[in-house]
């Protein structure tokens, strides 16, 4: 494969790296994406229904019950290789920079640190009203179609929401400033995973295709590239990461 022989070189004088990760990354692993068809979260679910303040204000129980479930499930499922390889990537440049979309904490138990949460966290729970933070205490424990009303914050009694980013909700700003600043400072990017489809995360890779970065997309959907330093490596992320190394 000419186009890995080119990638491989890249990384090899690399100066600094940024993989960006999309749920693509953790699909191996058994978390579902939210776009693939058939298995898809909202090809199932209605996200104006689920990931909006609107539709927290108006069945809070409804959509704390669905993070729920989705915390839940990730507590049963583990690292794959594509989070391992990602890992030892980062042992291997001189400067490196993690950014993801996932709101699971799979790079971090494969053994990433300084991860980049753009969309935030399904384990940074905290008060709808007054933003404190809240501690869980116990595992979930019930399925998809389960309703469960929320904690209630102990400063003011308000609901505790997901710290996940909804639409319509502005990106954490460090993590956001961080971010594009290391795609537009970067010599090499790694788009894994990822639709492009939300914005203004899906920016990071257009910005350091425009600041002449070499990036490479891994997807098993052929992604367009329109540059001669565009990469589509066509497969999924836990066979195709590990070739890198
Ligand atoms: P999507 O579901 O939109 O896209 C997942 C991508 O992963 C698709 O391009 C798939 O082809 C690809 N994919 C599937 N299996 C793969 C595998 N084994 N290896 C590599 N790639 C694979 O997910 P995101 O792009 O992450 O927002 O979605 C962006 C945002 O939309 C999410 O962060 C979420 C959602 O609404 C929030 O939670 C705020």
């Not at 600094?16 to 749920?23: D, N, P, Q, S």
């Not at 479930?69 to 989070?83: D, E, I, S």
């Not at 980049?116 to 205490?137: K, V």
């Not at 998809?144 to 102990?154: D, F, G, K, L, S």
Request: glycine share 6%; charged share 20%.
């Amino acid at each position: 494969m000419r186009n890995l022989e080119d990638i491989k070189q890249a990384l090899a004088n690399t100066q600094h790296l940024v993989v960006f990760t999309g749920a693509g990354v953790s699909a191996e692993s058994g978390v579902p994406t939210f776009r693939d068809a058939l298995t898809g979260l909202w090809e199932n679910f209605d996200p104006e229904a689920l990931a909006t303040p609107e539709a927290f204000e108006q069945d809070p129980a409804f959509v704390w019950g669905w993070y729920e479930w989705r915390r839940k499930l990730l507590l049963k499922v583990q690292p794959n290789p594509a989070h391992l390889a990602i890992v030892e990537l980062a042992k291997r440049v001189p400067k490196f920079t993690l950014i993801t979309q996932n709101v699971d904490d799979l790079h971090e138990r494969a053994g990433s640190t300084d991860v980049l949460h753009l969309h935030g966290s399904l384990f940074t729970p905290r008060c709808f009203d007054c933003g404190n933070a809240y501690q869980f205490t116990a595992a979930p424990q019930h399925s998809v179609e389960q309703a469960i009303t929320p904690p209630q914050c102990v400063s003011c009694s308000g609901y505790i929401r997901p710290g996940v980013v909804w639409f319509g909700e502005s990106l954490p700003e460090a993590e956001f400033k961080t971010a594009f600043e290391a795609a537009q400072s970067c010599d090499l990017l790694l788009s894994i995973g990822t639709s492009g489809a939300v914005y203004p995360a899906a920016q990071i890779p257009e910005i350091a295709v425009r600041n002449n970065a070499t990036v490479v997309h891994v997807n098993p959907q052929k992604i367009p590239t329109t540059l001669k330093k565009e990469y589509s490596l066509q497969g999924a992320a836990g066979e195709i990461l590990p070739l890198l190394l």
